[in-house]
């Protein structure tokens, strides 16, 4: 009766593995399946959601940079021959108005626009968009020729100058290929519901959430305070908003 | 004649037997070698997710098409997830040292180097188990309890970090 191999019994424990901790998803309180869209590790991503950040600059402190130092953190980002060849996916602009004085300080990443001209230029069609609005380089495919780090307006990109070593599981990385801010897609894939810029803010100034669901707290705060883009003449529809100027 | 011909024959067929049952249980039992002599550490997991005969030959087929469902598609499974073979895969030896990528005693390496194969996945993933990465996380979290679960509901609904962060201004 039992003409099962090892390996169908192997495949069966996993399956079972993955639906009780299904199980324990739905079992969850209200709130956690509220705020996180949790999908199955077998399911594509679709447009059902377009994941962005909001930025409020009033609350971005003086001298902060903790978003930055968490991104490098979280995605295994070493300073190697200083600044002007190490990758950098989040920077700190400074502001300042001329004529007031007034100056203010904000994070500027890649800024996941809906018409990426990155993905535009790219010839062999590394630099892409994911469904859920995600722009991401396919470092398989990438030839570090450079093109979207000129097509950028945003100067959000970086080239990998150094040979790496120790790069972290789940952020592959590697020279001769251009990267930049993947909005912790890691961790959006696990279901975190958050960025690890977001995460480390102190003054809670970034936000991360779905822009498609209109119940979503970023959704809600746009709603209610507007947002803007950088450079909103481009047309390029970015996924990261920004408040407070 | 005959009887010494038979008990021959039967000698022969024990041997080959037996040889047959020790190469199927160093399939994923105890340090094995390869070709070149090389021990190829011993995996973690009890069952391959192929049949080995099957793996060796078809998984660069597996990881690329994985590859491409995880990349553009966001889809991951354990299933042919590099990540998944490297922690499995990559064990400390006999006197606890883990080999990297590229060296002899590396899993990958140990068939590639025989076969003059290249292999560049390492230039850019990670050749070490994920486990020190989730241990480090685990510890950082104020509210841990052993359960991810649990700890995701904890930071989502009382963001501890952000409370403690004020409290300090």
Redesign the interface.
């Known amino acids: 009766m039992n003409s099962e191999t090892?390996?169908d019994q192997?495949r069966r424990r996993?399956l079972g593995g993955s639906v009780a901790a299904l199980a324990?998803?739905t079992l969850?309180?209200g709130?956690?399946l509220q705020?996180?869209q949790a999908?199955p590790?077998?399911?594509?991503?679709s447009d059902r959601n377009r994941w962005g950040l909001l930025i409020d600059t009033n609350k971005c402190a003086d001298g902060c940079n903790r978003c930055v130092t968490a991104c490098n953190e979280e995605n295994g980002l070493k300073p190697m021959h200083g600044p002007t060849t190490d990758p950098q996916w989040i920077r700190i602009v400074k502001v300042k108005s001329k004529s007031t004085g007034y100056q203010f300080q904000m994070p500027v990443m890649c800024q996941h626009c809906e018409h990426p001209p990155c993905v535009d230029v790219c010839p062999t069609g590394a630099s892409?968009k994911?469904?859920?609005g995600i722009v991401?380089v396919?470092?398989?495919i990438c030839i570090g020729c450079r093109y979207c780090m000129m097509a950028c307006p945003y100067k959000a990109r970086s080239l990998v100058h150094e040979?790496?070593t120790?790069?972290?599981?789940?952020m592959?990385?590697?020279?001769g290929?251009v990267e930049s801010c993947t909005l912790c897609?890691h961790k959006?894939?696990?279901?975190?519901?958050t960025t690890a810029c977001a995460?480390?803010?102190?003054?809670?100034a970034i936000l991360f959430g779905d822009l498609n669901d209109s119940g979503s707290e970023i959704s809600r705060r746009l709603e209610q305070y507007g947002g803007r883009q950088l450079r909103a003449d481009l047309g390029l529809n970015t996924g990261v908003r920004y408040q407070g100027f | 004649m005959t009887i010494r011909l038979l008990s021959r024959s039967l000698l022969t067929m024990a041997i080959l037997l037996w040889s047959l049952s020790l190469s199927a249980a160093s399939d994923f039992r105890g340090p094995s070698r390869d070709a070149n002599g090389n021990v190829v550490p011993t995996p973690k997991g009890e069952q391959c997710i192929r049949p080995t005969d099957e793996i060796r030959r078809t998984h660069p087929e597996l990881l690329l098409h994985k590859r491409d469902l995880t990349m553009h598609q966001g889809i991951r499974t354990k299933d042919a997830s590099l990540k998944e073979c490297i922690n499995c895969h990559v064990t400390p030896d006999s006197s606890g040292k883990v080999a990297r990528a590229g060296e002899p005693g590396f899993f990958c390496s140990s068939c590639h180097q025989s076969v003059s194969v290249k292999l560049d996945c390492f230039e850019c993933h990670s050749d070490r188990p994920e486990s020190a990465d989730g241990e480090r996380l685990r510890q950082t979290s104020p509210h841990s309890s052993g359960t991810p679960l649990v700890d995701r509901l904890l930071s989502l609904s009382n963001n501890p970090k952000a409370v403690s962060q004020q409290k300090v201004r």
């Open positions: 090892p390996i192997y996993l324990g998803l969850a309180p709130v956690f705020t996180v999908r590790a077998d399911e594509p991503v892409f994911r469904a859920d991401l396919d470092r398989h040979t790496l120790d790069q972290k599981p789940y592959p990385r590697g020279k290929t897609v959006v894939d696990r279901g975190d519901g995460e480390a803010c102190p003054e809670q």
